[in-house]
């Protein structure tokens, strides 16, 4: 079946360090990647996303490629701040088969827990 | 209100309580979903409704009870809970889950307690 793989956290860096969150990824079929973050208190929401090989998504300073050779969706940012703190999930969506036909339901990963300090 | 709301937002019940969480979708979404999120787990998806009609449900225990009167709408009924399940529960709304490319837009979550 399909599977996310995230870092285990958490991740500790000062203000404007680099960062890279490693996500790999195994599917049955072509899926679409996403990357949501969830601030202290609120639900998951979108930062970015990728359906095809080789896109890359952008959004708030962070990126990641879809790599198909490697399965792997690896979430960057050139230079954190305090309010990048939060928890970051990698996804997948691939078609699975249900009773009613097929669905794209997502697969989650466990999480990263980002912490950046001043 | 915009995007998808929740409540209520905390909930403390004992385990012979009954009650329901409720989720408002406000995207002119055609999918609802239930997720638990427990500490240190992988998000559980509990249940997915396509156009008011249940298409998923991930072995979720009987004493949880979805219900989606409409695509908007949609509900958790709870009864004699254990203490396992108490976590953070969210809500989620996606335009159309036979597109693989759509994201989820989730509310905020009602964090329940069982006492």
């Known amino acids: 079946g399909d599977s996310v793989t995230q870092m285990e956290g958490p991740v500790t860096l000062s203000e404007e360090a680099c960062l890279t969150i490693n996500c790999t990824y195994t599917a049955t079929g072509y899926p679409s990647l996403f990357w949501y973050v969830q601030y202290p208190g609120e639900g998951l929401q979108l930062l970015l996303k990728a359906t095809k090989a080789d896109d890359k998504g952008s959004n708030k300073g962070f990126e990641a490629t879809y790599r198909k050779e490697t399965t792997s969706f690896h979430l960057e940012k050139g230079s954190v701040q305090v309010s990048d703190s939060a928890v970051y999930f990698c996804?997948?969506?691939?078609?699975?088969?249900?009773?009613?036909?097929?669905?794209?339901?997502?697969?989650f990963g466990r999480g990263t827990s980002l912490i950046v300090h001043p | 209100e915009t995007g998808v709301t929740q409540t209520p937002r905390h909930l403390v019940m004992g385990m012979t309580n009954k009650k329901s969480l409720k989720c408002e979708q406000h995207l002119g979404h055609n999918a609802m979903y239930w997720y638990k999120q427990s500490a240190k787990k992988p998000l559980e998806l509990m249940f997915v409704y396509s156009l008011e009609e249940r298409v998923e449900n991930n072995s979720v225990p009987s004493r949880f009870s979805p219900e989606c009167p409409n695509s908007s709408h949609l509900f958790l009924h709870l009864h004699t809970l254990q203490p396992e399940d108490s976590a953070l529960y969210l809500c989620?709304?996606?335009?159309?889950?036979?597109?693989?490319?759509?994201?989820?837009?989730f509310g905020p979550g009602t964090r329940l307690t069982v006492t």
């Open positions: 996804a997948l969506s691939d078609l699975k088969p249900i009773s009613s036909g097929g669905s794209y339901i997502p697969t």
């Open positions: 989620a709304s996606s335009q159309d889950w036979t597109s693989g490319t759509d994201e989820q837009y």
